[in-house]
């Protein structure tokens, strides 16, 4: 059983986020077959000992971070959606999420958790005032092939 949560960033969940940072980046690098796009990657210089905790509690402070999280049954973190939000720069009205990072641990994304995780987090962000949700995306992947 897995619960989902908006919480707090607090020095605990800044020591639990940090080993899925680290399994997500393995995973991102793991699953390229072209490797030297792999290291390419922004995360490349993502690692646990440069990470701007400080920006992070700023953040939340003013009332501009959103931590949504999923628990098992033991009370483990085991995926979290991690966004800043922000006002467009052209409508001081228009609130906007950007995705720091989202991942949830490969064995909890089974019976639809992922998609349900996603629906509890834009739900939590709309009740915010959230109208957009911006993933960021390496130009290096080629993207438009998505589209």
């Known amino acids: 059983m897995i619960n989902f949560y908006q ?23 793991d699953i390229k077959e072209n490797q030297a796009l792999s290291k390419s990657m922004v995360l490349e210089s993502i690692n646990n000992n440069n990470v701007n905790y400080n920006y992070f509690y700023e953040l939340q402070k003013i009332g501009m971070l959103n931590i949504c999280t999923i628990r098992n049954e033991k009370n483990e973190l085991v995926g ?30 089974k019976d639809n958790n992922a998609i349900k995780f996603i629906k509890y987090t834009e739900d939590v962000l709309k009740k915010r005032g959230v109208k957009s949700i911006i993933f960021g995306v390496n130009p290096q992947l080629n993207t438009d092939r998505l589209l």
């Open 7 to 29: 919480e707090q960033l607090t020095p605990k969940l800044f020591e639990e986020l940090l080993p899925l940072l680290d399994l997500a980046k393995k995973e991102v690098y």
């Open 80 to 109: 979290h959606w991690t966004l800043n939000l922000t006002f467009h720069p052209q409508s001081r009205n228009l609130l906007i999420a950007n995705c720091q990072n989202l991942f949830i641990i490969k064995e909890y994304r």
